[in-house]
């Protein structure tokens, strides 16, 4: 009875400061000079390795945009160099998600590339165009003719002669009639810029997700190793539990070492959880278009211990509305669309390959008529021409087979988009509704979880229960903890995707 009390008595000293009070001998033993830095969040008192005080000292987070005072790596030698990266000049270290496609926006290379290609689908409308205007030229020349007079004998005189000629002309010629060539043709040309301005849209929709995706990988990294530190130190709580237990003579040494265990494997897990942040950075910085060791941080969207954190931000439709909004709104559907109209375009003016052309012509100038080249004289004439093709060696025949398996080709790809948005809409709308009703259970699991600690350890350091009991109390909250994060930021993610699906997550 009397180890009972002394157990309850230790327990109430853990809990009534704020850090713990430990038993003597635990005391020498944590005020042992650490190996490592203090990890971030709350400062330790000098001396102290321990976490908050009991039950479970992880009930929020502290920012994840704030600067990080936890060494990389927390337990290990650090590598010069290998760490968050450095700031750049013009670039803020803690970026909003609409800063960041902001950035993404302005400096992607799959932007300026989208951008070069409709520089590039421009040109064939303005060649187009030129078969519809009209084509005027001008000539000015001059010569000189010289001659020898015949000779009559080897003692004949010969006598040179001169003749200089000037003109100066202006043509015209204008297309009148061609069955409508150059009218689709020109639709064509049209059509194929268009669709590449869709394109362009698509690809700003893409920069866009691929940044959100990023964004929100980069903040569950970093809640991950805040988790992984925080757990360290609740691990070290029931550690000092047990050797408290240990000096109340209720439990055996040896728990000692089996409580450690946990503490010693959070710390590989802190370790591991450091690195995967560091690559989820890199990556965050690399989608916006920066050096990957840019110093860029995505900014705190709260605590994610909270359930407010995890609040649906998306409404979630039917299929049937997702799928309408999704064909109205996606630009490369869009796109593959305006490669139909294009390809139906050039279908029809390859077949009139060998459709008649009506051309009007005119010209007007003036002539040297003297052998000094004087004495201009007028002229000029206006007429028509009709061009019949008869035979072109099967050359529109190939050109109209060729357009025809371009449009089954477009027509193809239209209905391949359409399948492939469907499915994309079906599968990101499930993944939404999953990740909304995972994120309910979450909250669940985690209030419970911590309840179960809680209990656990007064009832262990009551003497009632046994340290596995303990141990598993501890896994089983730090599982919570990750699937709570886990949980806010797939549901984030889940309604990036569903909105890059249905094409609605940047300017269309």
């Given at each position: 009875?009397?180890?009972?009390?002394?157990?309850?008595?230790?327990?109430?000293?853990?809990?009534?400061?704020?850090?713990?009070?430990?038993?003597?001998?635990?005391?020498?033993?944590?005020?042992?000079?650490?190996?490592?830095?203090?990890?971030?969040?709350?400062?330790?008192?000098?001396?102290?390795?321990?976490?908050?005080?009991?039950?479970?000292?992880?009930?929020?987070?502290?920012?994840?945009?704030?600067?990080?005072?936890?060494?990389?790596?927390?337990?290990?030698?650090?590598?010069?160099?290998?760490?968050?990266?450095?700031?750049?000049?013009?670039?803020?270290?803690?970026?909003?998600?609409?800063?960041?496609?902001?950035?993404?926006?302005?400096?992607?290379?799959?932007?300026?590339?989208?951008?070069?290609?409709?520089?590039?689908?421009?040109?064939?409308?303005?060649?187009?165009?030129?078969?519809?205007?009209?084509?005027?030229?001008?000539?000015?020349?001059?010569?000189?003719?010289?001659?020898?007079?015949?000779?009559?004998?080897?003692?004949?005189?010969?006598?040179?002669?001169?003749?200089?000629?000037?003109?100066?002309?202006?043509?015209?010629?204008?297309?009148?009639?061609?069955?409508?060539?150059?009218?689709?043709?020109?639709?064509?040309?049209?059509?194929?810029?268009?669709?590449?301005?869709?394109?362009?849209?698509?690809?700003?929709?893409?920069?866009a997700y691929n940044i959100a995706n990023a964004?929100?990988?980069?903040?569950?990294?970093?809640?991950?190793?805040?988790?992984?530190?925080?757990?360290?130190?609740?691990?070290?709580?029931?550690?000092d539990l047990v050797s408290a237990q240990i000096?109340?003579?209720?439990?055996?040494?040896?728990?000692?070492?089996?409580?450690?265990?946990?503490?010693?494997?959070?710390?590989?897990?802190?370790?591991?959880?450091?690195?995967?942040?560091?690559s989820a950075q890199a990556a965050f910085v690399?989608?916006?278009?920066?050096?990957?060791?840019?110093?860029?941080?995505?900014?705190?969207?709260?605590?994610?211990?909270?359930?407010?954190?995890?609040?649906?931000?998306?409404?979630?439709?039917?299929?049937?509305?997702?799928?309408?909004?999704?064909?109205?709104?996606?630009?490369?559907?869009?796109?593959?669309?305006?490669?139909?109209?294009?390809?139906?375009?050039?279908?029809?003016?390859?077949?009139?390959?060998?459709?008649?052309?009506?051309?009007?012509?005119?010209?007007?100038?003036?002539?040297?008529?003297?052998?000094?080249?004087?004495?201009?004289?007028?002229?000029?004439?206006?007429?028509?021409?009709?061009?019949?093709?008869?035979?072109?060696?099967?050359?529109?025949?190939?050109?109209?087979?060729?357009?025809?398996?371009?449009?089954?080709?477009?027509?193809?790809?239209?209905?391949?988009?359409?399948?492939?948005?469907?499915?994309?809409?079906?599968?990101?709308?499930?993944?939404?509704?999953?990740?909304?009703?995972?994120?309910?259970?979450?909250?669940?699991?985690?209030?419970?979880?911590?309840?179960?600690?809680?209990?656990?350890?007064?009832?262990?350091?009551?003497?009632?229960?046994?340290?596995?009991?303990?141990?598993?109390?501890?896994?089983?909250?730090?599982?919570?903890?990750?699937?709570?994060?886990?949980?806010?930021?797939?549901?984030?993610?889940?309604?990036?995707?569903?909105?890059?699906?249905?094409?609605?997550?940047?300017?269309?």
């Amino acid at each position: 009875m009397a180890s009972r009390t002394l157990a309850a008595l230790a327990l109430f000293a853990l809990t009534a400061s704020p850090w713990g009070a430990m038993p003597a001998g635990a005391q020498a033993k944590m005020a042992a000079p650490s190996p490592t830095p203090a990890p971030y969040g709350s400062p330790l008192p000098a001396g102290m390795s321990g976490p908050a005080s009991l039950p479970s000292p992880i009930s929020s987070l502290p920012p994840a945009s704030q600067p990080v005072t936890l060494p990389y790596p927390a337990y290990g030698t650090p590598v010069p160099g290998v760490n968050r990266g450095v700031p750049a000049a013009g670039i803020p270290q803690v970026v909003s998600l609409d800063q960041a496609i902001a950035i993404g926006f302005a400096r992607s290379p799959l932007l300026a590339s989208a951008r070069a290609t409709i520089e590039i689908d421009k040109a064939p409308v303005d060649l187009a165009k030129t078969a519809v205007l009209p084509n005027i030229s001008g000539t000015a020349s001059t010569a000189h003719d010289f001659s020898q007079n015949a000779s009559d004998g080897p003692t004949a005189r010969n006598n040179g002669a001169q003749i200089a000629a000037n003109s100066l002309s202006v043509a015209l010629k204008q297309l009148i009639y061609d069955g409508g060539k150059v009218a689709a043709q020109l639709r064509a040309a049209k059509a194929t810029e268009n669709g590449a301005l869709a394109t362009y849209k698509r690809q700003l929709q893409i920069v866009a997700y691929n940044i959100a995706n990023a964004y929100y990988s980069a903040l569950s990294a970093q809640r991950a190793t805040q988790i992984a530190n925080e757990t360290v130190k609740l691990n070290q709580v029931n550690a000092d539990l047990v050797s408290a237990q240990i000096q109340a003579g209720t439990t055996a040494r040896s728990d000692l070492l089996t409580a450690e265990l946990p503490v010693a494997q959070a710390r590989v897990t802190l370790v591991k959880d450091q690195g995967a942040e560091l690559s989820a950075q890199a990556a965050f910085v690399n989608a916006m278009g920066l050096d990957a060791n840019t110093y860029v941080l995505p900014q705190d969207d709260g605590n994610v211990l909270a359930g407010a954190s995890g609040a649906p931000q998306v409404a979630v439709p039917t299929y049937q509305v997702a799928i309408a909004r999704a064909y109205m709104l996606r630009p490369d559907f869009t796109a593959t669309q305006l490669a139909v109209s294009s390809a139906q375009a050039s279908l029809k003016a390859a077949g009139l390959g060998l459709f008649p052309n009506l051309n009007g012509s005119g010209s007007y100038g003036t002539t040297s008529t003297d052998p000094a080249g004087g004495t201009f004289r007028n002229s000029g004439s206006v007429g028509v021409t009709l061009t019949v093709p008869i035979f072109d060696q099967g050359i529109t025949h190939a050109q109209v087979e060729q357009a025809r398996g371009q449009l089954d080709a477009a027509s193809a790809a239209v209905e391949s988009a359409r399948e492939g948005i469907q499915l994309n809409v079906k599968q990101t709308l499930v993944s939404l509704v999953s990740a909304n009703a995972t994120f309910q259970q979450t909250q669940a699991e985690l209030e419970n979880a911590r309840e179960v600690l809680q209990a656990t350890q007064a009832q262990y350091a009551a003497g009632v229960t046994t340290l596995p009991l303990l141990l598993n109390a501890e896994v089983g909250l730090t599982q919570a903890l990750v699937d709570q994060v886990t949980a806010v930021y797939t549901l984030r993610q889940a309604e990036a995707s569903f909105l890059f699906a249905e094409g609605a997550n940047a300017p269309a």
